[in-house]
């Protein structure tokens, strides 16, 4: 199986780069400038998983290079969908390539789902705190990492099961989900609550398991996102949201957000794909989400990186 992985920040160089490890035929998709750092510097990984290290990675930065490839990991920004959507249409065009997104929030879906047919993407999410540092290596910072997938369509069965066979040569646990939209709506509505709640406060995670106030503001975003996973027909059991508060607490207390750490970089951050994607889904059910919609207008002006009055 050829994978080509379709962005090299955090997320891409992370699970590409344990895939390469295991023996797999693995390439990225960047950008020029990234592409000369990375042939520079190499792709390393460092990682409470194990370390890694890769000086000869394949990159393409043309989607018209890009001739054999079986399965697309699309890890990208949010605020890049729409721009590098036409890339990826050449790109499954030329191969027949499956598309597994790992992006935040599900608005994306139906958005790729449109551009590429339903029979070619997948349902998946990734879950890992990590950054890179100023040489563009990975810093994996928690103590594990996820990737889950999962078919939407009766012909993605089969790259699901090539998927499924590596699953014990990684360094990374992958997880093929018999109902991936309910793990996305999970996932969604802890990323929602944690990037929303640190960015907002911007202090690392600690400070909502030792502030009650702001404890409660957190499983408010909970209770509000799984009002809306139920109107769009995922409900979510007690026990479920639950765990999601858990997931909240478990991190160290220096641990933050990926929305936070763009926050404190002066990067764009994903506050349209994330809260403004409840905000829309909360406007196409007719119902109100007043924590989600006091954070969103808290950090949207931050959207495009640091603010300024020119």
């Known amino acids: 199986m050829k994978i080509l992985v379709f962005g090299a920040g955090a997320l891409g160089v992370y699970f590409g780069g344990r895939l390469l490890e295991a023996g797999q035929d693995v390439s990225f998709f960047v950008r020029e400038k990234r592409a000369e750092q990375l042939k520079k510097e190499g792709l390393k990984i460092s990682s409470p998983e194990g370390d890694f290290e890769c000086t000869n990675a394949s990159f393409y930065t043309s989607p018209e290079q890009v001739r054999q490839t079986d ?3 699309l890890a990208v920004k949010g605020y890049h969908l729409d721009a590098v959507i036409p890339q990826i249409q050449t790109i499954t065009r030329q191969t027949g390539a499956f598309v597994l997104p790992l992006l935040n929030g599900m608005e994306h879906l139906e958005r790729l789902q449109e551009a590429l047919g339903k029979e070619k993407v997948l349902g998946g999410l990734a879950t890992i705190v990590a950054t890179l540092n100023k040489e563009g290596h990975v810093e994996h910072t928690n103590a594990a990492s996820t990737l889950k997938y999962g078919a939407l369509h009766s012909e993605q069965s089969q790259i699901c099961a090539q998927l499924e066979e590596i699953h014990g040569q990684l360094k990374s646990t992958f997880i093929n989900e018999q109902h991936i939209l309910k793990q996305m709506w999970i996932k969604y509505a802890f990323i929602t609550a944690f990037s929303g709640v640190t960015s907002a406060m911007q202090l690392p ?19 509000e996102m799984t009002l809306l996973a139920g109107k769009e027909g995922i409900p979510l059991t007690d026990d479920e949201m639950e765990g999601i508060v858990k997931m909240l607490l478990g991190f160290k207390k220096e641990a933050t957000s990926s929305m936070h750490q763009d926050l404190r970089k002066g990067l764009p951050i994903e506050i349209e794909h994330l809260q403004g994607g409840a905000l829309r889904y909360a406007q196409k059910h007719q119902v109100q989400i007043p924590v989600i919609e006091t954070i969103y207008g808290i950090l949207k002006p931050y959207e495009n990186g640091e603010p300024n009055y020119s």
């Open 205 to 223: 995670s600690g400070f909502i398991a030792s502030n009650p106030a702001t404890l409660n503001i957190a499983k408010k975003v909970v209770q």
């Open 71 to 73: 399965l697309l990991i």
